[in-house]
């Protein structure tokens, strides 16, 4: 991983987002890293969303969670994510969340993408955004 | 309420749907309203895809929930669905959750519906689709 | 409402958070009700978790929620929250989420809540806490 | 995979499940693998709620899901579910996702659990879910 590479984004956990455990259900991680996805975007100055508008979508063709200790409602966390391998029509992001105030690891993983167009094809990326995840902020 | 006009359908209560108070979710009710409605239209020879397919939304106004008793993870609970008023360019539908088992009534609410077209404009309900939704099982 | 007691918090929407009509799916206005309610209780010093630490619940007994305009994907929405009656044995809160770039309103909405002991009978609300809802931030 | 261990069930696609791209999140999956397990320890007479009930957790350790084709609203789909190992202190499941009419495979995916007791603390499985979660339909 390349330092300059990786984004932080810090979100308070939600009590919706707890489960009769006591504690985070699993399944939130995967909409946390999907909100680091965002923010890694955000963080180049555009928007997921403008990928859409332009007719692409980063379909998620992989998802893996290792869950190291629970998180807890009301506590900040900071999911870190950056981009480990670009190929011509997908790529990979991997993700770790920590406690924000401890710095303790809650959790790590990866999603893959893959790139469709409108009709849900696979197709590749366009130079375009290759070059957004490409990037590394050396600001 | 016309009983002829009720719809039913049961499921269990999933864990995701719990939260750390050990029951479930007060904001899970109105998912399940929602799967109240699908299946209101399941059951009149229909889906809500077919609504969206043909161009028009049902798009929810407002929603009304009172919570009376807790769900509990792993109960069947059995979602009672029935409209009540039905106008030209909208509609209300109003639901029960109770527990399938010990019949106890574990929430009530209800949802307004206006008809929108694909520009999201607010439009008059298709003639069909009126049919539908004022119609009555006698069967 | 007062407005020394309104109390906002600002965040993205989630790309979960929409559904196949391309906006946030009404389901989730409760969820950032609920992180109103969190934010409201933070900028007062405390947290939720604290409620419960003591033995309490607040729990949800109806909420209702007026949809006016769509929140779309990773558009920032503030969520404004401000107590509106308070009880011996519950209280009400006030919410109303605006897109914070526009400023437009996006749904407006309250909850009831009820106190509950740990066996889930209702109860008076602690005076600690009834001092905590009843306080204004003139600072 | 033993056939005579596997344990299907079968839902309807929630409107709440989809997102923008027009089928459903990556994240549900999650939560139907869950709903998978549930349904298992039903159809061995007995239920997860016993499991908490007796003091021990089956908390998720990891999580693996691979996206095959996009799950639509209002579709029915059916969770396979078998266990695929078994330790003295945790164990793996295995899934697969098909959408029920046409036999498709939408995803595939597997968890693994490690065996809690009321503090948190990794503990052997207790004798009598070990026999469950070994136990095969010959019936």
Same mark, same amino acid.
């Given at each position: 991983?390349?330092?300059?590479?990786?984004?932080?984004?810090?979100?308070?956990?939600?009590?919706?987002?707890?489960?009769?455990?006591?504690?985070?259900?699993?399944?939130?991680?995967?909409?946390?890293?999907?909100?680091?996805?965002?923010?890694?975007?955000?963080?180049?100055?555009?928007?997921?969303?403008?990928? +859409?508008? =332009?007719?692409?979508?980063?379909?998620? #063709?992989?998802? /893996?969670?290792?869950?190291?200790?629970?998180? *807890?409602?009301? $506590?900040?966390?900071?999911?870190?994510?950056?981009?480990?391998?670009?190929?011509?029509?997908?790529?990979?992001?991997?993700?770790?969340?920590?406690?924000? +105030?401890? =710095?303790?690891?809650?959790?790590?993983? #990866?999603?893959? /993408?893959?790139?469709?167009?409108?009709?849900? *094809?696979?197709? $590749?990326?366009?130079?375009?955004?290759?070059?957004?995840?490409?990037?590394?902020?050396?600001?």
């Amino acid at each position: 991983m390349d330092p300059a590479s990786v984004v932080e984004t810090t979100f308070h956990v939600r009590y919706a987002e707890t489960d009769q455990m006591g504690v985070v259900h699993h399944s939130v991680y995967v909409i946390w890293f999907e909100e680091g996805r965002s923010a890694w975007l955000r963080a180049r100055g555009t928007s997921y969303a403008e990928v +859409e508008a =332009g007719g692409h979508f980063f379909a998620v #063709s992989e998802v /893996h969670v290792r869950y190291l200790a629970p998180a *807890r409602y009301d $506590r900040a966390v900071t999911v870190r994510t950056w981009p480990s391998r670009l190929g011509s029509r997908g790529f990979t992001l991997e993700y770790e969340v920590v406690d924000t +105030e401890s =710095g303790q690891l809650l959790a790590t993983g #990866s999603t893959r /993408h893959i790139c469709l167009d409108r009709e849900g *094809r696979v197709t $590749r990326i366009p130079e375009a955004w290759r070059k957004v995840l490409a990037s590394v902020d050396r600001s």
